[in-house]
Structures are given as structure tokens and as C-alpha cells.
């Protein structure tokens, strides 16, 4: 499959869209979340003890 064209008329695409029922009128975009990041006390990356044994041979 090759593409041929590209659509870049704004008015071209929303008729197209339009007439296959695609087209949504244009929301606001939804309000930013408050994160809120804490460390956690027992969490310790790279404790040695946690790092298995590798045997080679």
C-alpha cells in the first residue's frame, strides 16, 4: 500500500469526518492532577544485602 496524498485542508477533513459521524466538537483539556511525591522511609535502593550471589562455572 503507498500513500498517494495527504489531506491538509482543516474544512476537508472535518467534512470527511462529519459524514462518516467521526467528527467530536473540540473540549477544553481536562485540569492537571495534584501529585504529591513523599519518600518512603523503608525503601533503600541499593542495600548489599539484597544483591544476589553469581556463581560462575
Known amino acids: 500500500m503507498k500513500v498517494i496524498s495527504f ?4 474544512f476537508v477533513i472535518r467534512r470527511i469526518l462529519k459524514h462518516l459521524d467521526l467528527w467530536e466538537n473540540p473540549r477544553s ?3 492537571p492532577l495534584e501529585l504529591v511525591c513523599e519518600p518512603c522511609a523503608d525503601y533503600v535502593p541499593w542495600q548489599q544485602d539484597d544483591v544476589p550471589e553469581i556463581e560462575v562455572g
Open 7 to 10: 489531506i491538509e485542508q482543516p
Open 29 to 31: 483539556p481536562p485540569q
